[in-house]
């Protein structure tokens, strides 16, 4: 059940032990190691244990695709087909462009590729995701990936969800592979005789796929665990909105984690009390109540001692209940993606606001961003060199080469002049 407490010492204590649970004891290396050993024959016996379908062939063909839209409600197509054009809408305004520009004899610039492919993991299990594959693959295909590959869990009759294949074909997957769990990451990682390796690995997973990304050497978008909200909230604000936010948070796995930070004892009052009427009739009741037992409502100061609290911390996810969340927006510094005002739940970010759901958990938004198209793009530098633009900055070269002890360097660039003696 959900708790409050006084100041934030018990919200820190509590991600800590959350952090814990994601150590790996060697299990999750032993399975990549025996992927890359085996191949094939590895990836069978893991989908036999843990998934209780036998594969023969890997990848999913047309046919299933087709009759995966059969499967799947009209209404639902229709719902992925608005996510898929505002997730387009807003990464095409993140591409950046590829520039040159001269100055003195010295022409400069960068050239802004895609990766050769990108590999994307979609959960199964509890619940399954079509919403993130189109937040992780249409960013790559923005981006002129020419390989895009998807790899999820079968069910025990060797299918993959409809929803998820409908989502893949809307988004463009190239690929469609029906394989989970660590043993899909290492797949994508190493390849086998089936499944040729990719280029980078995103999309979120359990704790056995977070572990396996973290241990491959191929490039991940960013490390990450358990899911997680931190709600801001004033005295004013509506107790119903901010329970149903922390509950949509909390039904994602019982290891994910909702926080409030409030000033307002009788506010925490007022959403501990929604939240306890709220378990009486959702479905997931084992999900929620062991997910809000890691979470909690903290009666802090103020609302600056909120948001020095929410930048310590980092969150995946940040929503401001408040009058004014302009003002406060200024002062963030760390976190995945944020939510101003009443009327942005996580679920609009989760689903159609166009930002990206693939977003840095358990404090690693301090270092990383949301995933987005710079995750699938390299960038090289290039310059073109005037006799006249070496000539011009010939002293300052060699005044440099020599102050670090490199005369072939100097020497590499005056001999360029000697036909002038």
Do not use: W
């Amino acid at each position: 059940m959900i708790e409050i407490y006084e100041g934030e010492k018990a919200l820190f204590e509590k991600n800590k032990e959350r952090k814990l649970l994601l150590e790996d004891d060697g299990y999750v290396r032993s399975i990549l190691l025996d992927v890359e050993n085996r191949g094939d024959e590895a990836l069978r016996e893991y989908t036999l244990k843990f998934d209780g379908a036998k594969i023969d062939d890997f990848l999913v063909d047309q046919d299933e695709i087709i009759e995966a839209y059969e499967n799947v409600d009209t209404e639902l197509i229709e719902a992925l087909e608005i996510s898929a054009e505002n997730i387009e809408d807003f990464h095409r305004r993140e591409l950046p462009q590829s520039f040159l520009f001269e100055k003195k004899g010295i022409t400069a610039g960068q050239m802004i590729l895609p990766v050769e492919s990108a590999g994307i993991y979609v959960p199964g299990g509890r619940a399954t995701y079509p919403s993130t594959v189109l937040m992780a693959a249409i960013p790559p295909k923005i981006c002129g990936v020419p390989r895009i590959v998807v790899t999820t869990p079968p069910d025990k009759n060797g299918r993959c969800n409809d929803a998820v294949l409908v989502a893949s074909d809307i988004a463009g997957v190239d690929e469609i592979y029906k394989v989970g769990g660590a043993q899909a990451i290492a797949a994508m990682s190493y390849g086998t005789e089936s499944i040729k390796e990719v280029s980078k690995i995103v999309g979120p997973g359990n704790r056995f796929v977070t572990m396996a990304k973290k241990l491959i050497e191929t490039p991940t978008e960013f490390p990450a665990g358990p899911s997680e909200v931190m709600i801001l909230a004033e005295e004013n604000s509506n107790p119903r909105f901010i329970a149903l936010d922390m509950l949509a948070q909390s039904e994602h796995d019982p290891l994910a984690s909702a926080y409030l930070l409030t000033t307002s004892k009788k506010l925490a009052d007022k959403v501990k009390k929604e939240i306890e009427n709220e378990l009486k009739v959702l479905p997931r009741k084992e999900i929620l109540k062991e997910s809000l037992k890691r979470g909690g409502i903290f009666i802090v100061s103020s609302i600056d001692n909120a948001i020095d609290i929410s930048n310590r911390f980092a969150p995946e996810h940040l929503e401001i209940m408040a009058k004014e969340p302009f003002s406060l927006l200024t002062k963030v510094k760390h976190a995945g993606s944020v939510f101003l005002g009443d009327y942005a739940p996580e679920a609009i970010g989760d689903y159609v606001s166009g930002t990206n759901h693939v977003l840095p958990t358990s404090g690693f938004a301090k270092f990383y961003s949301s995933l987005s198209v710079d995750d699938f793009l390299k960038k090289y530098t290039f310059q073109y060199v005037t006799k006249e633009g070496l000539k011009n900055y010939r002293g300052a070269i060699s005044t440099l080469a020599r102050s670090e002890g490199l005369f072939a360097h100097e020497k590499a660039v005056n001999v360029r002049f000697e036909d002038e003696k």
